[in-house]
């Protein structure tokens, strides 16, 4: 069996790790450059790869394809392949036929890191044997190869749930849905929806689904669609025979004839969405039956994301937080949403087709200037222009960092929310967020 695997990242490597494990004749191709690191593993491992070119008459007599998740169906290469009737795959749906292991898979626009990185932590703090992948950290299929894990946590991406025909998690979470990476979807916002569900589709009567019953679109979907798996509902406004919600300032969580409470103020992280995602994470550690004990511990040491609402310094008063990851205009909702001082707010990058009105309530009643960091600010500048007194545009990082802090006074706030992705000035939103903590710890 040929398996050609296109992207030779984390997953791509782990992927063909694992397929030279299972007796694959295994070949990676990369479009863009292979990092040397990864080079090493694969010539260690005796696997052909090819990089800054796709040739076709290596790629096209593949019996079975793994895709990474950066590479969009439009592309010619993946087309070509469909056009010959050859399977096209995620990292995930190879993987996981290989590991009896049970698998919680965790999707939507935002929190679903949080929430995978607090469930991973509720369940090894509970002495389980557990590992962490997906879209974070190291790849599955690399695990799936090298490791014995019982259970593992997955971060999916929209993009890697694209990619799955019959993988279905024991229990699923939907953290939320709104619009977000439209331009994958025909800019349709139902498609990215559809897409996030696809989650569930395989999933049977002995399987979970934890999803937000706050939210509009996950309600709609379920209104018109069914799935076969048990439903877990959580909430901050409604309550439930089974589920969780807030009563009193506390969470309250009633899973399979069991009870679990826990005061808000206890949750090491900050505001409302990490409520939902600790809500989702606990009743994750409820249907795995660990202790109470054991998840109320866990829940107030959890340290938190780097990137996500992370405080860098405070200097002369003013509070830094590094918020790169929020890569959309949901995520800065919720960055916007928690701030409770003045607050100078630099945003800009690359605009996935957002709608910044949105914002707008909060951007009238919390920010004082706006610093735009991107190459195309217009669409910003059009929105905000006339909301706020003070607007200025850099191009580079230290420039975003220098200019708010001459914009602030005592008590203010500085808030790295960008909305958009980071690739016109930055490798990712890591390089992103890294260089705003290096820039303010330069002040």
Same mark, same amino acid.
């Given at each position: ?42 010539? @260690?491992?005796? @696997? ?230 600790a809500m989702a994470a606990s009743s994750v550690a409820k249907l ?156």
């Amino acid at each position: 069996m040929r398996l050609v695997v296109l992207g030779g990242g984390e997953s791509g490597v782990g992927t063909a790790i694992l397929g030279k494990k299972k007796g694959y004749d295994v070949f990676v191709s990369d479009f863009g450059k292979i990092k040397e690191s990864y080079k090493e593993v694969l010539i @260690i491992n005796g @696997i052909a790869w090819e990089e800054e070119t796709h040739s076709e008459d290596l790629i096209l007599n593949a019996d079975i394809v793994m895709k990474s998740p950066g590479i969009p169906d439009k592309s010619p290469i993946v087309k070509k392949l469909k056009e010959a009737g050859v399977k096209v795959i995620s990292e995930i749906e190879f993987a996981k036929p290989f590991t009896e292991a049970l698998t919680i898979g965790i999707t939507g626009s935002n929190g679903k890191t949080t929430t995978t990185l607090l469930t991973h932590h509720l369940l090894k703090s509970a002495g389980l044997n557990v590992g962490l992948g997906g879209n974070i950290g190291k790849s599955f299929a690399w695990q799936v190869a090298e490791n014995k894990f019982d259970a593992y946590v997955l971060e999916l991406s929209s993009f890697q749930l694209d990619g799955i025909e019959e993988y279905r998690p024991d229990i699923a979470i939907i953290t939320n849905i709104s619009p977000d990476h439209l331009d994958r979807y025909e800019y349709k916002y139902q498609n990215y929806i559809d897409s996030k569900f696809r989650i569930t589709m395989n999933q049977t009567e002995t399987d979970y689904l934890i999803y937000d019953a706050d939210d509009e679109a996950i309600g709609e979907w379920l209104k018109n669609n069914t799935t076969k798996a048990k439903l877990i509902p959580f909430s901050l406004t409604k309550e439930f025979g089974e589920g969780a919600s807030i009563n009193n300032n506390k969470m309250e969580i009633k899973i399979n004839q069991e009870e679990f409470t826990m005061d808000t103020e206890h949750i090491a992280l900050e505001g409302k969405h990490n409520i939902k995602n600790a809500m989702a994470a606990s009743s994750v550690a409820k249907l795995m039956q660990i202790r109470n004990a054991t998840i109320r511990e866990s829940l107030s040491n959890f340290q938190g994301v780097e990137h996500r609402l992370e405080k860098v310094l405070k200097i002369q008063n003013v509070q830094y937080i590094n918020d790169s990851k929020a890569t959309n205009v949901n995520a800065t909702f919720f960055a916007l949403d928690s701030m409770t001082a003045p607050t100078v707010w630099i945003v800009g990058g690359v605009d996935k087709g957002n709608d910044y009105n949105e914002l707008m309530s909060l951007v009238r009643e919390k920010v004082k200037a706006i610093i735009c960091l991107g190459v195309d600010n217009h669409k910003i500048i059009d929105a905000f222009g006339n909301v706020v007194d003070m607007m200025v545009e850099v191009n580079n990082m230290s420039d975003a960092v220098k200019t708010a802090q001459r914009l602030t006074e005592k008590g203010d706030t500085v808030l790295l929310s960008p909305a958009c992705a980071s690739f016109d000035l930055f490798e990712s939103y890591e390089d992103r967020g890294k260089q705003f903590k290096q820039a303010v710890q330069n002040l």
